[in-house]
Every structure is written in C-alpha cells, then in structure tokens.
C-alpha cells in the first residue's frame, strides 16, 4: 500500500487585510458608513477583503449591493450583548481564522461598525518595524489591552490563540482580577493573541496628548436643538486618521436630546456619520 502525507501550510498573501466586522441589526446605519471610508483604503492601494458577522439572533439586512462588496456570514456562539464573555471571545477568535484562510490574508483589522477610517497609513506603521505584532488603541491610563473600535492581529497567531485560550484564561485569572468575570472580546483577543505568541503589543496612545491622537470620539454634544451641527466642527474631525461614533450614549445630555426620543441613538449616529463621511469624501482627496 502506497501512502503519501499532505500538509496544507495556509500560504498568506503579502500584506493582504481581512476586515473583520462583528454586526447586528442595529448596526445597519452606521456599517454602511464604515464600509465607504474601508472603500476609500482600498482604493488608495491597500489589499482589503471584507467579512461581516452578523449575529444570527438579530440579524442585518443588506442590500443586494452591500452583499457584492463584502463576504457574510451569520455566527451563533452567544455575544452577551456586546461582545462579551469566553464564548464570545473564543468564537470569534475561530471566525477571524476562517476568514484569514478563506482570503489567504496575512492580517486581521477587527473594525467596529461605528468606526470611520480615513487613513490606515500611520496606525501601520509599526509593521515596518514588527511584521508580526499587535496594534490598536489605548483610549484610557490603565488601558492594557488593544480598545475594539480597531485592532490588528498577525493571522499566523490566531491557530495557538485559539489552541492555547482557555490555558491562557486560567493564568490570566492567577494575574489579574480585571475583566476577568466581564471578559470583553477586545480585552481576551487582544492580550491572548500577543500573550500565546509572544508578540510585541503596540498601543497608539489615545489617553494622554490629544494633539497627538489618531482617532477621534465624535463628540455628539456639539449637536444643535435643532438636530444640525457647525461645518466648524465637522472639519475639526478631518484632522484625524479615525472617527468613531461610538459614543452615541452622550445623546441623552446633549442640547438636542429631544432627538432621542423620536430616533433611536443608533440611527442617529449613522446620520451624523452620513454627514461626516459625504464631507470628507467631497472635500478631501485620501492621504
């Protein structure tokens, strides 16, 4: 009997992106936004795949052309509502694989629905130095972990992140008491990804300096009573790489939180990012 041994090495193209998108719903308004600033990195020559994850429990509704631009799929391990827990962490741990292998990317860029990106040059930059690293944001002082609107996983350390997770999780427990019982999916990727392989984790400090920030929070208290917002403030957020709109939930105290009750706060953060992004795309050339 003749026997001949395969192995599949998962080749990875060179620099290739696979953007990585956990969505539900209620994200519909926003994501349409994000996919056009991710349209505009692809055009500037970035090698992006796009993969949306929508939550089987309460799932999008895309349009026929959304569906063409992006690769979807539903996920069923339980989100805890916002992307919590070891479930939800380990789930999509094993879904960021697939999608690696699927598109034979050598990255993974984790991007919120919320998060617009009007550059990826910079937030970069370390690969030139590190191709095999972590990077992300840290948006506060005691931050030790890559914040979820962004972060960026080398592909090749997803295998042992899911092999090595839950040995990971019980160490973590003996170290650390933050988090642990909480476990959000950018605290656990994060820190198990770098931990289990031994990667540099890079953090572009958003906690300290603001003139030296790359990504903004959309400061929605900047919002008239009568739903309208100075040009003043809109091109303030054209000096940053990233714009996120997470933050919807300073609505309630803003001079306009009569609007709260006739929207829901997601919807009218997509309206905000609308605005925002048909700005930027018809008044600046990429960078």
């Known amino acids: 009997m003749k026997t001949e041994i395969l192995h599949e090495e998962w080749n990875t193209v060179k620099g290739k992106i696979a953007v990585f998108i956990m969505s539900f719903s209620g994200d519909k308004p926003c994501l349409t936004q994000c996919l056009r600033g991710i349209e505009q990195q692809k055009k500037k020559g970035y090698n992006i795949e796009v993969f949306i994850i929508d939550d089987a429990n309460s799932p999008l509704e895309l349009s026929e052309e959304q569906l063409q631009q992006v690769k979807y799929r539903k996920s069923y391990f339980n989100r805890n509502g916002n992307l919590n827990g070891t479930q939800c962490a380990h789930g999509m741990l094993m879904e960021m694989l697939r999608c690696a292998r699927e598109s034979k990317a050598e990255y993974i860029l984790k991007v919120d629905s919320d998060?617009?990106?009007?550059?990826?040059?910079?937030?970069?930059?370390?690969?030139?130095?590190?191709?095999?690293?972590?990077?992300?944001?840290?948006?506060?002082?005691?931050?030790?972990?890559?914040?979820?609107?962004?972060?960026?996983?080398?592909?090749?350390?997803?295998?042992?992140?899911?092999?090595?997770?839950?040995?990971?999780?019980?160490?973590?427990?003996?170290?650390?008491?933050?988090?642990?019982?909480?476990?959000?999916?950018?605290?656990?990727?994060?820190?198990?990804?770098?931990?289990?392989?031994?990667?540099?984790?890079?953090?572009?400090?958003?906690?300290?300096?603001?003139?030296?920030?790359?990504l903004a929070p959309f400061n929605f208290k900047e919002i008239e009573k009568d739903g309208t917002i100075s040009p003043l403030a809109i091109t303030r957020f054209t000096m940053y790489d990233f714009v996120n709109f997470g933050n919807r939930y300073d609505l309630e105290e803003c001079k306009c939180g009569e609007l709260v009750n006739k929207k829901h706060p997601r919807d009218i953060a997509g309206e905000f990012m609308a605005i925002f992004t048909d700005y930027d795309l018809l008044n600046f050339l990429p960078y």
């Open 115 to 214: 998060m617009y990106i009007r550059s990826l040059d910079r937030f970069l930059k370390p690969l030139e130095e590190n191709p095999e690293c972590v990077i992300g944001f840290k948006l506060c002082k005691d931050m030790c972990y890559c914040a979820g609107v962004t972060y960026l996983l080398p592909t090749k350390g997803l295998y042992k992140a899911i092999k090595d997770f839950y040995k990971w999780y019980n160490n973590e427990k003996d170290n650390t008491k933050a988090w642990i019982e909480h476990c959000p999916e950018d605290w656990a990727i994060t820190r198990c990804v770098t931990s289990v392989n031994d990667y540099t984790m890079f953090q572009w400090d958003n906690s300290t300096d603001p003139s030296t920030w790359l």
